[in-house]
T-cell receptor, first 114, second 108 residues
């Protein structure tokens, strides 16, 4: 298994553009998490899904952010419109058997908004 | 209020010196605590969990309920220990709560 897969690995875009980040969790995992990592705030949970259903999106910074999980093997995080303060590394993680168990992280997408 | 506090953003130690990465938590129940590590150009991964009471790569962490702490320790730091370390708390039916992280730099 290749582990959690994220694409793209790097994204540079201009302010105002739409950005879509993609994630493929480990097969069979029933939880999927989206995180944002910055120097100032550390690792922040944005949203998580259980069996493709969004459970808690209270960490999503504002309405410009949205996430979907149309099936068990794919999720997207969309920012529209993007702003320079959205620049960060975005991680996707998945886990099996519930929240207490080991989360497997993807390599991250480094987003730069100019 | 922060539920997991890692007071040091950056910790620099010399090779061979002892290392202690501090973590304090706020939770009134019986917590489960974890340390995650992110080496350069690698994925964030679980290093150890308190319920396992194990030593991984020479690191140990003891849960001190009285002091609500879960400090990560290693007696002799090695250069390959340089990484970003996150303490994480699980309170029950909620996701892991991560601290802001401490970057450990081991100087040769």
């Amino acid at each position: 298994d290749a582990g959690v897969i994220q694409s793209p690995r790097h994204e540079v875009t201009e302010m105002g553009q739409e950005v879509t980040l993609r994630c493929k969790p480990i097969s069979g995992h029933d939880y999927l998490f989206w995180y944002r990592q910055t120097m100032m705030r550390g690792l922040e949970l944005l949203i998580y899904f259980n069996n493709n259903v969004p459970i808690d999106d209270s960490g999503m910074p504002e309405d410009r952010f949205s996430a979907k999980m149309p099936n068990a093997s794919f999720s997207t995080l969309k920012i529209q419109p993007s702003e320079p303060r959205d620049s960060a590394v975005y991680f996707c993680a998945s886990s099996l058997l519930g929240l207490a168990y080991e989360q497997y992280f993807g390599p991250g997408t480094r987003l730069t908004v100019t | 209020a922060q539920r997991v506090t890692q007071p040091e953003k950056l910790l620099s130690v010399f090779k061979g010196a002892p290392v202690e990465l501090k973590c304090n938590y706020s939770y009134s129940g019986s917590p489960e605590l974890f340390w995650y590590v992110q080496y350069s150009r690698q994925r964030l991964q679980l290093l150890l969990r308190h319920i396992s009471r194990e030593s991984i790569k020479g690191f140990t962490a003891d849960l001190n309920k009285g002091e609500t702490s879960f400090h990560l320790k290693k007696p002799f730091a090695q250069e390959e220990d340089s990484a970003m370390y996150y303490c994480a708390l699980w309170e029950g039916n909620t996701p892991l709560v991560f601290g802001k992280g401490t970057r450990l730099s081991v100087i040769a």
